[in-house]
């Protein structure tokens, strides 16, 4: 089975196929928080520092094949490829049109790009204070208009992001909102840190003094997520599905959506891999429940890989992360080719980044 139903399989069969006959716009939102230079939390880089490169790294590499800003590929400390890789080979197979979005990057990125007015390099989660009250409001205002203004590019928006530490921003968003997540997000490592995650997350959310939508996410939030909660709204509100292609992080995108007061009505679906829904260290089922929303994965395995460093996807490294999940789900949709002929795809990319 080329892709798996998480949750609201007759939700996610429609918008699917009515994605397979219509035209797609990809956005790609990159941003950093202190929280992944936190020891322990992120592996998004070759080490804690490295991290808040990452997402600048990664949409350099995704447009022009190599980075820009450093001569270097982002790889987790064991070397392993930034998932953008995944994301380019799915690109170059149907070349859709895109956008990069800045939300708050430690780095501006060295190719075309939207630089939101109220970007931010978020601080360390368990600080109490992530973000400035107005730079909050400014994210999900602009975002919102920037989504208002291009939604007449495509029947379908597709939002990935780059954004590490993010799945212990996402936990904290979700626990902020009322959601039950502390054990159940995702992580790059096969050694899921949820310890440290939660002890940092409720040391934050311990911080928080306002009970408000912006002032939950002033205290524990980050710049990716907000952002495309924004994004999110206003394409609903101009009438368009959206597919959120990542993993549990996009669970916290749905969660910020929902309290702006986003109806969903079948119109946005969680788009990831196979590697973050069949994960038995996290729970994106159980998240996407509590939030109604539908989800599905690209059941691909890089088990027949003639790369060490891609065989390691199944055995619990990397997962997600710049829409590759999505990015396979749109691609297989668009061209009807299988996940064993996609995989392929991705092995190419591999070899001409390893010998370039």
């Known amino acids: 089975m080329d892709i798996l139903y998480i949750n609201e399989k007759e939700k996610a069969t429609r918008l699917l196929e009515e994605a397979?006959?219509?035209?797609?716009?990809?956005?790609?939102?990159?941003?950093?928080?202190?929280?992944?230079?936190i020891?322990?939390?992120?592996?998004?880089?070759?080490?804690?520092e490295g991290t808040l490169l990452t997402p600048t790294l990664d949409v350099e590499y995704l447009e022009l094949g190599k980075p820009r800003t450093m001569p270097i590929?982002?790889?987790?400390?064991?070397?392993?490829?930034?998932?953008?890789?995944?994301?380019r080979a799915m690109m170059r197979?149907?070349?859709?049109?895109?956008l990069i979005i800045n939300a708050g990057a430690h780095a501006e990125p060295l190719v075309p790009h939207v630089s939101l007015p109220s970007r931010i390099v978020a601080n360390p989660v368990n600080s109490g204070k992530a973000l400035p009250l107005s730079n909050v409001r400014g994210l999900l205002e602009e975002s919102k208009q920037l989504a208002r203004n291009i939604s007449g590019a495509?029947?379908?928006?597709a939002l990935g992001e780059s954004i590490p530490g993010g799945t212990t921003t996402a936990l904290a968003i979700l626990e902020g909102l009322g959601y039950d997540a502390y054990g159940k997000v995702s992580s790059a490592s096969p050694n899921n840190p949820h310890e440290l995650k939660i002890k940092l997350v409720r040391e934050g959310l311990s911080k928080c003094s306002g009970t408000n939508i912006d002032e939950v996410l002033a205290c524990i939030g980050d710049p990716v997520h907000i952002a495309m909660a924004g994004y999110l709204t206003g394409a609903l509100e101009s009438g368009r599905r959206v597919i959120l292609a990542g993993g549990t992080q996009m669970t916290a995108v749905a969660a910020i959506a929902k309290a702006l007061g986003a109806e969903f009505d079948g119109n946005v679906i969680i788009a990831t891999t196979a590697w973050v829904a069949m994960d038995k260290s996290s729970d994106i089922a159980s998240i996407s429940r509590q939030i109604g929303i539908p989800v599905v994965a690209a059941n691909m395995s890089f088990g027949d890989a003639p790369y060490p460093g891609l065989r390691k996807f199944d055995e619990g490294y990397v997962k997600e992360g710049v829409g590759a999940g999505g990015s396979i789900?749109?691609?297989?949709?668009?061209?009807?080719?299988?996940?064993?002929?996609?995989?392929?795809?991705v092995y190419d990319e591999y070899l001409h980044l390893m010998s370039s």
């Open 20 to 37: 397979r006959r219509s035209s797609t716009f990809w956005s790609f939102f990159i941003g950093s928080t202190l929280t992944s230079t």
């Open 39 to 48: 020891p322990g939390i992120s592996i998004a880089g070759p080490d804690p």
């Open 73 to 87: 590929i982002p790889v987790t400390p064991e070397g392993l490829p930034t998932p953008a890789i995944i994301t």
């Open 93 to 98: 197979r149907i070349q859709l049109p895109h």
């Open 154 to 157: 495509a029947d379908v928006h």
């Open 329 to 345: 789900v749109i691609t297989h949709l668009l061209t009807g080719l299988g996940m064993r002929d996609l995989a392929k795809l």
